[in-house]
């Protein structure tokens, strides 16, 4: 059962516990898609957020306000040209100003305020928001010393939410084009950076609830009020342009969290790489951008020894982001790495870095596809801290017709499970249903 949290709502988790090993909950999603890099992730934001009209809740390990949109004018053009600005931290005052029920609430990493200092507009943005009682940020603290708030989830009118490993922040944007030398590609200040690649899952439907409750309980959780009901708002604010890539599919949720306070810690996201990295047939594909677990590297040593392996692939970035994380990660991929290749007879294992031309491409994406048929994205990558550490949130959809992903699917809260392989499956499932009279405590579907 879920924790009371009536007394200090900041030591407790008020959210259920895990409907199986691996898994937080499952909801179904009406549309459900994948965007690749900010350019597009960007874009379709701005365009789902002009859409809201009673919430926006932002969680990220980052947040720049500096960082400008796809559309919309910039300060210079202010005198002449009507309409919302492109900056990110003058479009969320615009939105604040002329979206009248609209309460937005933005969750930032604690120690990511250190890198605001040395952005002084940013401190200007945060002063400016003050005076709208519908904007409310925080920095979050609710973690142990030494570990990070990296979850990376939007919800919009509890109708569309994100999850994945983007930040709006600076040195995201890039193209799918990832081309070597982009003017476009350049910091707050003008200085240019390189390419990097980065995804998130964009879903509709009864997921955004799901995410929306986990949201609410993080930011209860780092000290804020708790957030009172969404009203009911016309249309969806899912982007108009995003085509979808699945319609009504069932998305499950995996978690890490270390102990703190007066809740345990969670290792969803461990326990559901290792099923999965288990069950894979034929490959198994993964982004991330690091590759140091060793529970994840002994998982994969264990398939390599089989018979019949699954080809597995792993694309990351040739070095780490910065000197501190080279020396911990680059060091630790290299040792794993070389006991993988070790017990890889029959050749079945690679690891991959990206170029264009000459010049690497920084893998920020955590993606994770076996056999086409489980498509995993989110937060953590393949390292020890996301695995019992950080705060992390991954989605996954699982089309496998055949055996299921976990051993407890006809368990799933609230779901019966048909196989699509067997003929009948639909009729046995509604002469189930109809021998269930009863209380019950959530609806079956």
Known sequence: ??????????????????????????????????????????????????????????????????????????WWQRAWKRGYPARLGSFIAWLARH???????ILKWSVGALSTIGRASMWWDLARWVRHRRINFRFDTAHPVGCTHHQKIAV?????????????TDQRWDTREHKEDDPRRKTPHGRQYGPWHDAAMMMEGEIATALAELGDDRWTCA??????????????????????????????????????????????????????IGAAKRFIYAESQ???????????????????????????????DGWLEQQ????????????????????????????TGATPIYVHAKIMVVDDEVLRIGSANLNNRSMG????????????????AFPSHEKRNGYFWADPKKTGELERIALTAREMVGEFEKTVY
């Open 389 to 404: 550490l950080d705060s992390e949130c991954d989605v996954f959809i699982d089309l496998r017709g055949g055996a299921p």
């Open 290 to 320: 690091y590759f140091a677990s060793r529970s994840i590297a002994e998982a994969i040593i264990a398939r390599l020894q089989e018979d019949n392996p699954p080809e597995i692939v792993i694309v990351h970035p040739s070095h780490a």
């Open 156 to 168: 919009l009118d509890n109708k569309v939410t994100v999850c994945g490993g983007i930040d709006m």
């Open 99 to 105: 979206r009248k029920k609209l309460d937005i609430r």
């Open 223 to 276: 000290g804020g009020n708790c957030l009172p009901e969404v009203e009911e708002a016309p249309g969806s604010p899912w982007p108009e342009a995003l085509e979808p890539q699945f319609e009504n599919v069932e998305i499950g949720i995996a978690r890490t969290g270390a102990a703190y306070r007066d809740w345990d810690a969670g290792n969803e996201i461990e326990r559901l790489y290792l099923d999965q």
């Open 1 to 74: 059962m879920a924790a009371d949290k009536s007394g200090d709502p900041s030591r407790t988790s008020g959210l259920e516990p895990s409907v199986e090993p691996g898994v937080w909950r499952y909801a179904r999603a009406s549309r459900a898609s994948v965007i690749v890099d900010a350019a597009d992730y960007f874009a379709f934001m701005q365009e789902a957020m002009l859409k809201s009209r009673r919430r926006i809740l932002l969680i990220g390990w980052d947040f720049d306000t500096r960082i400008h949109l796809q559309r919309g004018r910039r």
């Open 328 to 355: 911990a990660m680059d060091h630790a991929r290299a040792e794993l790495v070389r006991a993988i290749q070790e017990a890889d007879a029959k050749g079945r294992f690679t690891i991959w870095s990206p170029l």
